[in-house]
T-cell receptor
Framework: GAGVSQSPRYKVAKRGQDVALRCDPISGHVSLFWYQQALGQGPEFLTYFQNEAQLDKSGLPSDRFFAERPEGSVSTLKIQRTQQEDSAVYLC??????????????FGPGTRLTVL | RKEVEQDPGPFNVPEGATVAFNCTYSNSASQSFFWYRQDCRKEPKLLMSVYSSGNEDGRFTAQLNRASQYISLLIRDSKLSDSATYLCVDSGGSYIPTFGRGTSLIVHP
C-alpha cells in the first residue's frame, strides 16, 4: 500500500546552497509533521500542519528553515543557505486525525542531508 | 520545555531473555504515550500505545506509572529480530509529540 514517501532520499549540498525536501503523506491524512533526527538522537519536532494550515513552527531552528503545505497534501521543507549543522535526517510523518494525541504517526523513510 | 528521558543503552541480552526499559517524562499533564521501534537507518514505526495503566500485545507489555511519571516497555522471550532502537514518545496532551533519544537493544544468539 502507499505509505509516506519522501524525496530525495539522499542529498549532498555545499555550504550556502538552498535545498528543498519533499514529503508525500498518506492520502487523506489531516496531520503532517516534520522532524530532524541527528545521529544517536530521537526525532526533534520542527513543524506541524493540519491540512494546509501551519499550526506550529516552533521547532524550526532558524529563519533559514521554511515549510509549506499549500493544498493540504504534499509538503516541502526548504532550507536556505545550508550550514554544516543542518546535516541530519529529515523525517516526515502523517496521521489521520488532528494532532498527535492518540493518533498513530506514519513516518516516511527520511531524507539524509549532508552539508559539506 | 517538555522532557522525555531514556537510557540510551545498549541493552545486550541473549535470545529468550526478558528485558525492560523505562522512560521518564516531565509533563504531568500528559495523557498518552507511545513506543516506536526504529531499525538502523530506517524510519520509526509504532509498536504500542499507552493511554491508561498499560497495554499488552503478545510478548510486549507497556505500563504507565503516573505517580512516578514513567512508562515502561517489557519484552519477553527476546528474539534476534527485536534488536532495534525503542523510542518513547509523549504526546503531551496536544499535537506536538516529544520523542526520547531512544534505547538501543541488541539481542544475541
Amino acid at each position: 500500500g502507499a505509505g509516506v514517501s519522501q524525496s530525495p532520499r539522499y542529498k549532498v549540498a555545499k555550504r550556502g546552497q538552498d535545498v528543498a525536501l519533499r514529503c508525500d503523506p498518506i492520502s487523506g491524512h489531516v496531520s503532517l509533521f516534520w522532524y530532524q533526527q541527528a545521529l544517536g538522537q530521537g526525532p526533534e519536532f520542527l513543524t506541524y500542519f493540519q491540512n494546509e494550515a501551519q499550526l506550529d513552527k516552533s521547532g524550526l531552528p532558524s529563519d533559514r528553515f521554511f515549510a509549506e503545505r499549500p493544498e493540504g497534501s504534499v509538503s516541502t521543507l526548504k532550507i536556505q543557505r545550508t550550514q554544516q549543522e543542518d546535516s541530519a535526517v529529515y523525517l516526515c510523518a502523517s496521521s489521520l486525525g488532528a494532532g498527535g494525541l492518540r493518533n498513530e504517526q506514519f513516518f516516511g523513510p527520511g531524507t539524509r542531508l549532508t552539508v559539506l | 520545555r517538555k522532557e522525555v528521558e531514556q537510557d540510551p543503552g545498549p541493552f545486550n541480552v541473549p535470545e529468550g531473555a526478558t528485558v525492560a526499559f523505562n522512560c521518564t517524562y516531565s509533563n504531568s499533564a500528559s495523557q498518552s504515550f507511545f513506543w516506536y521501534r526504529q531499525d538502523c537507518r530506517k524510519e520509526p514505526k509504532l509498536l504500542m500505545s499507552v493511554y491508561s495503566s498499560g497495554n499488552e500485545d503478545g510478548r510486549f507489555t507497556a505500563q504507565l506509572n503516573r505517580a512516578s511519571q514513567y512508562i515502561s516497555l517489557l519484552i519477553r522471550d527476546s528474539k534476534l529480530s527485536d534488536s532495534a532502537t525503542y523510542l518513547c514518545v509523549d504526546s503531551g496532551g496536544s499535537y506536538i509529540p516529544t520523542f526520547g533519544r531512544g534505547t538501543s537493544l541488541i539481542v544475541h544468539p
